[in-house]
Protein backbone atom coordinates (compact mmCIF):
# COMPACT_ATOMS: atom_id res chain seq x y z
CA UNK A 1 0.00 0.00 0.00
CA UNK A 2 2.20 2.37 0.95
CA UNK A 3 4.77 2.76 -1.77
CA UNK A 4 8.22 4.55 -2.39
CA UNK A 5 9.30 7.76 -3.48
CA UNK A 6 8.23 11.03 -4.91
CA UNK A 7 9.25 14.04 -5.34
CA UNK A 8 8.63 16.49 -7.20
CA UNK A 9 10.18 20.19 -6.00
CA UNK A 10 9.69 23.36 -7.89
CA UNK A 11 11.23 26.49 -7.59
CA UNK A 12 8.71 29.38 -6.64
CA UNK A 13 9.51 32.56 -5.85
CA UNK A 14 7.44 35.15 -4.10
CA UNK A 15 7.37 38.89 -4.14
CA UNK A 16 9.66 39.08 -1.34
CA UNK A 17 12.27 37.20 -3.06
CA UNK A 18 12.24 34.46 -0.71
CA UNK A 19 12.12 31.16 -2.32
CA UNK A 20 9.95 28.35 -1.32
CA UNK A 21 10.71 24.67 -2.39
CA UNK A 22 8.28 22.61 -3.04
CA UNK A 23 8.25 18.60 -2.37
CA UNK A 24 5.84 16.05 -1.94
CA UNK A 25 6.29 12.45 -0.45
CA UNK A 26 3.89 9.41 -0.28
CA UNK A 27 2.91 8.22 3.44
CA UNK A 28 5.76 5.38 4.01
CA UNK A 29 7.79 7.14 0.83
CA UNK A 30 10.96 9.37 1.26
CA UNK A 31 12.07 12.73 0.68
CA UNK A 32 15.28 14.82 0.55
CA UNK A 33 15.62 18.17 0.94
CA UNK A 34 18.49 20.35 -0.45
CA UNK A 35 20.31 23.32 1.73
CA UNK A 36 22.46 25.67 -0.06
CA UNK A 37 25.02 25.49 1.48
CA UNK A 38 28.19 27.50 -0.69
CA UNK A 39 30.76 25.04 -0.96
CA UNK A 40 33.59 27.15 -1.23
CA UNK A 41 33.43 28.44 2.96
CA UNK A 42 33.62 26.51 5.77
CA UNK A 43 30.58 24.86 7.46
CA UNK A 44 30.01 25.40 10.75
CA UNK A 45 26.83 25.12 11.71
CA UNK A 46 23.80 23.30 9.54
CA UNK A 47 21.01 23.13 11.33
CA UNK A 48 17.73 21.60 10.13
CA UNK A 49 14.49 22.46 11.70
CA UNK A 50 10.56 22.15 11.22
CA UNK A 51 9.42 25.38 12.48
CA UNK A 52 11.59 25.79 15.55
CA UNK A 53 11.74 21.84 16.21
CA UNK A 54 15.49 20.49 15.29
CA UNK A 55 15.53 18.04 13.16
CA UNK A 56 18.91 17.05 11.65
CA UNK A 57 22.47 18.91 11.44
CA UNK A 58 25.49 19.45 12.64
CA UNK A 59 27.53 22.06 14.56
CA UNK A 60 31.25 22.39 14.82
CA UNK A 61 31.81 18.97 13.68
CA UNK A 62 29.64 17.91 16.92
CA UNK A 63 27.23 14.87 16.10
CA UNK A 64 23.80 15.84 16.90
CA UNK A 65 22.30 12.76 15.58
CA UNK A 66 21.70 11.91 19.03
CA UNK A 67 18.84 14.29 19.16
CA UNK A 68 17.79 14.05 15.45
CA UNK A 69 14.71 13.00 14.34
CA UNK A 70 15.26 9.21 13.75
CA UNK A 71 14.34 8.80 10.15
CA UNK A 72 16.02 11.28 9.01
CA UNK A 73 19.90 10.93 7.75
CA UNK A 74 21.99 13.97 7.20
CA UNK A 75 24.84 14.09 3.84
CA UNK A 76 27.53 16.79 4.65
CA UNK A 77 28.99 16.28 1.35
CA UNK A 78 26.00 16.80 -0.45
CA UNK A 79 24.54 19.40 2.15
CA UNK A 80 21.02 17.17 2.16
CA UNK A 81 18.92 15.84 4.60
CA UNK A 82 16.86 12.79 3.57
CA UNK A 83 14.08 11.98 5.75
CA UNK A 84 12.33 8.45 5.46
CA UNK A 85 8.92 6.71 6.33
CA UNK A 86 6.82 9.45 5.87
CA UNK A 87 4.16 10.13 7.64
CA UNK A 88 1.61 12.97 6.92
CA UNK A 89 2.32 14.77 10.56
CA UNK A 90 5.32 15.18 8.69
CA UNK A 91 3.88 17.75 6.17
CA UNK A 92 4.73 20.92 6.81
CA UNK A 93 7.09 24.12 6.44
CA UNK A 94 11.26 23.75 6.99
CA UNK A 95 14.29 25.44 6.72
CA UNK A 96 17.87 25.67 6.86
CA UNK A 97 20.10 27.97 9.23
CA UNK A 98 23.37 27.53 8.23
CA UNK A 99 26.51 29.23 9.46
CA UNK A 100 30.17 29.86 8.17
CA UNK A 101 33.46 29.59 9.89
CA UNK A 102 33.91 33.19 9.08
CA UNK A 103 31.40 33.79 11.39
CA UNK A 104 29.34 35.15 8.24
CA UNK A 105 26.43 33.58 9.26
CA UNK A 106 23.11 33.72 7.35
CA UNK A 107 19.83 32.75 7.87
CA UNK A 108 18.70 31.61 4.24
CA UNK A 109 15.01 32.86 3.21
CA UNK A 110 14.99 29.26 2.26
CA UNK A 111 12.14 27.24 2.90
CA UNK A 112 10.76 24.08 2.25
CA UNK A 113 7.42 22.98 2.00
CA UNK A 114 6.51 19.38 2.47
CA UNK A 115 2.90 17.75 1.51
CA UNK A 116 2.99 14.10 2.21
CA UNK A 117 0.11 12.35 0.44
CA UNK A 118 -1.28 9.13 0.24
CA UNK A 119 -3.39 7.47 -2.71
CA UNK A 120 -7.02 6.24 -1.81
CA UNK A 121 -7.59 2.83 -2.67
CA UNK A 122 -9.97 2.00 -5.57
CA UNK A 123 -13.30 1.95 -4.19
CA UNK A 124 -15.06 -0.99 -3.70
CA UNK A 125 -19.36 -1.84 -3.33
CA UNK A 126 -20.81 -4.30 -1.13
CA UNK A 127 -24.40 -4.71 -2.12
CA UNK A 128 -27.23 -6.48 0.19
CA UNK A 129 -30.46 -6.08 -1.50
CA UNK A 130 -33.96 -6.94 0.16
CA UNK A 131 -36.17 -8.65 -2.64
CA UNK A 132 -39.06 -8.63 -0.10
CA UNK A 133 -42.62 -8.03 -1.69
CA UNK A 134 -43.33 -4.83 0.16
CA UNK A 135 -39.21 -3.90 0.53
CA UNK A 136 -37.71 -4.22 -2.81
CA UNK A 137 -34.28 -2.31 -1.85
CA UNK A 138 -30.46 -2.16 -1.69
CA UNK A 139 -27.89 -1.11 0.83
CA UNK A 140 -25.10 -0.06 -0.97
CA UNK A 141 -21.55 0.33 0.89
CA UNK A 142 -18.76 1.92 -0.66
CA UNK A 143 -15.39 1.80 1.01
CA UNK A 144 -11.69 2.69 0.48
CA UNK A 145 -8.73 3.07 2.45
CA UNK A 146 -5.14 4.10 3.17
CA UNK A 147 -5.55 7.91 1.95
CA UNK A 148 -4.00 11.33 2.89
CA UNK A 149 -5.56 13.94 3.04
CA UNK A 150 -9.38 13.29 4.10
CA UNK A 151 -11.83 13.02 1.44
CA UNK A 152 -15.48 12.31 0.57
CA UNK A 153 -16.65 9.15 -0.91
CA UNK A 154 -18.75 10.57 -4.25
CA UNK A 155 -21.79 8.50 -5.69
CA UNK A 156 -22.44 8.40 -8.78
CA UNK A 157 -26.03 7.71 -9.90
CA UNK A 158 -29.29 8.48 -12.44
CA UNK A 159 -31.72 8.86 -9.80
CA UNK A 160 -31.63 10.16 -6.23
CA UNK A 161 -30.39 7.64 -3.50
CA UNK A 162 -30.38 8.24 0.49
CA UNK A 163 -27.18 8.36 2.33
CA UNK A 164 -27.78 6.29 5.49
CA UNK A 165 -24.23 6.42 7.08
CA UNK A 166 -20.76 7.84 6.96
CA UNK A 167 -17.44 6.55 8.07
CA UNK A 168 -14.18 7.79 8.37
CA UNK A 169 -11.32 5.79 10.38
CA UNK A 170 -7.67 6.54 11.32
CA UNK A 171 -4.98 4.29 11.54
CA UNK A 172 -3.01 5.13 14.20
CA UNK A 173 0.12 4.73 12.66
CA UNK A 174 0.41 6.03 9.26
CA UNK A 175 -2.24 8.39 10.77
CA UNK A 176 -4.05 7.53 6.86
CA UNK A 177 -7.90 7.09 6.41
CA UNK A 178 -10.16 4.19 6.06
CA UNK A 179 -13.63 6.30 4.69
CA UNK A 180 -16.89 4.32 3.58
CA UNK A 181 -20.67 6.22 2.97
CA UNK A 182 -23.81 3.22 2.77
CA UNK A 183 -26.75 4.40 0.69
CA UNK A 184 -30.69 2.86 0.77
CA UNK A 185 -31.49 2.93 -2.89
CA UNK A 186 -35.98 2.03 -3.13
CA UNK A 187 -35.99 -0.11 -5.63
CA UNK A 188 -39.89 0.00 -5.88
CA UNK A 189 -40.61 1.42 -8.86
CA UNK A 190 -38.99 -1.67 -10.89
CA UNK A 191 -35.89 0.25 -12.42
CA UNK A 192 -32.84 -1.29 -12.22
CA UNK A 193 -29.82 1.48 -11.75
CA UNK A 194 -26.17 1.27 -12.52
CA UNK A 195 -23.95 3.25 -10.25
CA UNK A 196 -20.58 3.84 -9.30
CA UNK A 197 -18.91 6.01 -6.57
CA UNK A 198 -15.25 7.34 -6.35
CA UNK A 199 -12.88 9.03 -4.11
CA UNK A 200 -10.70 11.66 -5.19
CA UNK A 201 -10.55 10.78 -8.84
CA UNK A 202 -10.47 6.64 -8.42
CA UNK A 203 -13.57 5.30 -9.09
CA UNK A 204 -15.15 1.83 -8.11
CA UNK A 205 -16.73 -0.79 -11.20
CA UNK A 206 -19.98 -0.36 -11.88
CA UNK A 207 -22.60 -2.19 -9.90
CA UNK A 208 -26.66 -2.52 -10.99
CA UNK A 209 -28.77 -2.72 -8.39
CA UNK A 210 -32.86 -3.65 -8.54
CA UNK A 211 -32.09 -6.93 -10.47
CA UNK A 212 -34.69 -9.73 -9.60
CA UNK A 213 -33.10 -12.57 -8.80
CA UNK A 214 -36.17 -14.41 -10.56
CA UNK A 215 -34.57 -15.10 -14.19
CA UNK A 216 -38.61 -14.58 -15.83
CA UNK A 217 -38.37 -11.24 -14.72
CA UNK A 218 -42.03 -11.75 -12.63
CA UNK A 219 -41.77 -11.05 -8.64
CA UNK A 220 -42.36 -13.98 -6.45
CA UNK A 221 -45.92 -13.66 -6.37
CA UNK A 222 -46.50 -13.99 -9.98
CA UNK A 223 -44.42 -16.85 -9.72
CA UNK A 224 -46.37 -18.64 -7.03
CA UNK A 225 -50.22 -17.42 -9.23
CA UNK A 226 -48.49 -19.22 -12.57
CA UNK A 227 -47.14 -22.47 -10.19
CA UNK A 228 -50.68 -22.43 -8.62
CA UNK A 229 -52.63 -22.13 -12.16
CA UNK A 230 -50.75 -25.03 -13.55
CA UNK A 231 -51.57 -26.97 -10.31
CA UNK A 232 -55.36 -26.35 -10.79
CA UNK A 233 -55.27 -27.34 -14.27
CA UNK A 234 -53.49 -30.36 -13.49
CA UNK A 235 -56.13 -31.36 -10.61
CA UNK A 236 -59.20 -30.50 -13.31
CA UNK A 237 -57.89 -32.93 -16.05
CA UNK A 238 -57.21 -35.66 -13.58
CA UNK A 239 -60.79 -35.13 -12.09
CA UNK A 240 -61.91 -35.46 -16.23
CA UNK A 241 -60.15 -38.41 -17.14
CA UNK A 242 -61.04 -40.02 -13.42
CA UNK A 243 -64.94 -39.51 -14.18
CA UNK A 244 -64.91 -40.40 -17.71
CA UNK A 245 -63.32 -44.10 -16.33
CA UNK A 246 -65.96 -44.18 -13.59
CA UNK A 247 -68.28 -43.61 -16.09
CA UNK A 248 -67.17 -46.92 -18.04
CA UNK A 249 -67.10 -48.86 -15.59
CA UNK A 250 -70.29 -47.97 -13.90
CA UNK A 251 -71.57 -48.11 -17.58
CA UNK A 252 -70.42 -51.95 -17.83
CA UNK A 253 -71.71 -52.35 -14.24
CA UNK A 254 -75.37 -50.99 -15.26
CA UNK A 255 -75.69 -53.08 -17.91
CA UNK A 256 -74.51 -56.45 -16.25
CA UNK A 257 -77.14 -55.45 -13.86
CA UNK A 258 -79.44 -54.66 -16.74
CA UNK A 259 -79.37 -58.03 -18.59
CA UNK A 260 -80.14 -59.14 -15.11
CA UNK A 261 -83.30 -57.01 -13.95
CA UNK A 262 -84.29 -55.35 -17.38
CA UNK A 263 -84.07 -51.87 -16.19
CA UNK A 264 -84.19 -49.49 -19.54
CA UNK A 265 -83.96 -46.36 -17.11
CA UNK A 266 -80.79 -46.16 -15.55
CA UNK A 267 -79.06 -47.42 -18.95
CA UNK A 268 -80.82 -43.74 -20.41
CA UNK A 269 -78.87 -42.15 -17.22
CA UNK A 270 -75.83 -43.30 -18.26
CA UNK A 271 -76.34 -42.75 -21.81
CA UNK A 272 -77.35 -39.26 -20.82
CA UNK A 273 -73.87 -38.95 -18.37
CA UNK A 274 -72.02 -40.11 -21.18
CA UNK A 275 -72.02 -36.42 -22.88
CA UNK A 276 -69.42 -35.16 -20.15
CA UNK A 277 -66.84 -37.14 -20.96
C1 LIG B 1 -0.99 7.65 -6.82
O1 LIG B 1 -1.81 7.94 -7.95
C2 LIG B 1 -1.14 8.66 -8.96
C3 LIG B 1 -2.14 9.00 -10.03
O2 LIG B 1 -3.22 8.14 -10.05
C4 LIG B 1 0.00 7.79 -9.50
O3 LIG B 1 0.70 8.52 -10.49
C5 LIG B 1 0.95 7.46 -8.36
O4 LIG B 1 1.96 6.59 -8.81
C6 LIG B 1 0.21 6.81 -7.24
N1 LIG B 1 1.10 6.65 -6.13
C7 LIG B 1 1.18 5.57 -5.41
C8 LIG B 1 2.14 5.60 -4.29
O5 LIG B 1 0.46 4.60 -5.65
C1 LIG C 1 31.98 12.82 2.17
O1 LIG C 1 33.19 13.10 1.47
C2 LIG C 1 34.35 12.59 2.13
C3 LIG C 1 35.56 13.07 1.36
O2 LIG C 1 35.26 13.63 0.14
C4 LIG C 1 34.26 11.07 2.15
O3 LIG C 1 35.40 10.55 2.81
C5 LIG C 1 32.99 10.64 2.89
O4 LIG C 1 32.88 9.25 2.85
C6 LIG C 1 31.80 11.31 2.26
N1 LIG C 1 30.65 10.99 3.09
C7 LIG C 1 29.50 10.59 2.58
C8 LIG C 1 28.39 10.34 3.57
O5 LIG C 1 29.34 10.43 1.38
C1 LIG D 1 -35.94 -3.17 3.80
O1 LIG D 1 -34.76 -3.72 3.27
C2 LIG D 1 -33.58 -3.06 3.72
C3 LIG D 1 -32.41 -3.71 3.01
O2 LIG D 1 -32.43 -3.45 1.66
C4 LIG D 1 -33.47 -3.20 5.23
O3 LIG D 1 -32.32 -2.50 5.68
C5 LIG D 1 -34.71 -2.61 5.87
O4 LIG D 1 -34.65 -2.82 7.26
C6 LIG D 1 -35.95 -3.26 5.31
N1 LIG D 1 -37.11 -2.58 5.85
C7 LIG D 1 -38.16 -3.23 6.32
C8 LIG D 1 -39.28 -2.39 6.81
O5 LIG D 1 -38.19 -4.45 6.33
C1 LIG E 1 -21.62 3.31 9.89
O1 LIG E 1 -20.75 2.48 9.17
C2 LIG E 1 -19.62 2.07 9.92
C3 LIG E 1 -18.71 1.30 9.00
O2 LIG E 1 -19.38 0.31 8.30
C4 LIG E 1 -20.08 1.25 11.12
O3 LIG E 1 -18.97 0.87 11.90
C5 LIG E 1 -21.03 2.09 11.96
O4 LIG E 1 -21.53 1.33 13.02
C6 LIG E 1 -22.17 2.61 11.12
N1 LIG E 1 -22.97 3.53 11.91
C7 LIG E 1 -24.27 3.45 11.96
C8 LIG E 1 -24.96 4.49 12.79
O5 LIG E 1 -24.90 2.58 11.36
C1 LIG F 1 -22.73 11.76 4.42
O1 LIG F 1 -21.87 12.63 3.72
C2 LIG F 1 -22.50 13.34 2.67
C3 LIG F 1 -21.46 14.09 1.90
O2 LIG F 1 -20.54 14.67 2.74
C4 LIG F 1 -23.58 14.24 3.28
O3 LIG F 1 -24.23 14.94 2.25
C5 LIG F 1 -24.56 13.39 4.04
O4 LIG F 1 -25.50 14.21 4.70
C6 LIG F 1 -23.89 12.51 5.05
N1 LIG F 1 -24.88 11.59 5.56
C7 LIG F 1 -24.85 11.07 6.79
C8 LIG F 1 -25.96 10.15 7.14
O5 LIG F 1 -23.97 11.33 7.57
C1 LIG G 1 -8.32 0.32 7.16
O1 LIG G 1 -8.57 -0.61 6.12
C2 LIG G 1 -7.58 -1.60 6.00
C3 LIG G 1 -7.88 -2.43 4.78
O2 LIG G 1 -9.21 -2.80 4.73
C4 LIG G 1 -7.56 -2.44 7.29
O3 LIG G 1 -6.56 -3.42 7.19
C5 LIG G 1 -7.28 -1.53 8.45
O4 LIG G 1 -7.36 -2.27 9.66
C6 LIG G 1 -8.27 -0.39 8.51
N1 LIG G 1 -7.86 0.53 9.55
C7 LIG G 1 -8.72 1.14 10.35
C8 LIG G 1 -8.15 2.07 11.36
O5 LIG G 1 -9.93 0.96 10.26
C1 LIG H 1 -40.12 3.42 -1.95
O1 LIG H 1 -40.75 4.15 -2.96
C2 LIG H 1 -42.15 3.96 -3.02
C3 LIG H 1 -42.69 4.70 -4.23
O2 LIG H 1 -41.80 5.64 -4.70
C4 LIG H 1 -42.77 4.42 -1.73
O3 LIG H 1 -44.15 4.19 -1.76
C5 LIG H 1 -42.16 3.64 -0.57
O4 LIG H 1 -42.68 4.14 0.65
C6 LIG H 1 -40.67 3.79 -0.59
N1 LIG H 1 -40.12 2.91 0.45
C7 LIG H 1 -39.30 3.34 1.40
C8 LIG H 1 -38.87 2.33 2.40
O5 LIG H 1 -38.88 4.48 1.41
C1 LIG I 1 -5.79 12.15 -9.49
O1 LIG I 1 -5.73 13.37 -8.80
C2 LIG I 1 -4.45 13.73 -8.35
C3 LIG I 1 -4.56 14.98 -7.52
O2 LIG I 1 -5.83 15.54 -7.56
C4 LIG I 1 -3.52 13.91 -9.55
O3 LIG I 1 -2.23 14.21 -9.09
C5 LIG I 1 -3.49 12.63 -10.34
O4 LIG I 1 -2.72 12.78 -11.50
C6 LIG I 1 -4.89 12.20 -10.72
N1 LIG I 1 -4.83 10.88 -11.33
C7 LIG I 1 -5.51 10.56 -12.42
C8 LIG I 1 -5.36 9.17 -12.91
O5 LIG I 1 -6.23 11.36 -12.99
Known amino acids: MLLSLLVLATWLTDVTGAALIEL ?7 VTFHCPVDKQKTLKMLYFQKGIDFVNGYYAKKDASKTAWRNTRLDLNKSTVHMSNLKPSHGGDYKCIIMYSDESSIELDVQL ?17 SDAINN ?14 RKEVTWHVPQSL ?3 NNSTTRDPDTTTFNISSTAYVNCSDG ?13 SDIFTVCKRKHPLGHSPSVTIAAICAAGVGFCIMVALLWRCCCYKKGQRKAAAECEENGCEEEVIRLHANQGAC
Open 24 to 30: TGKVGGE
Open 113 to 129: RLTVTANYSKPTLTVHC
Open 136 to 149: FSCLVQCASHGGYP
Open 162 to 164: TVV
Open 191 to 203: QQTSLRCSVGNVS
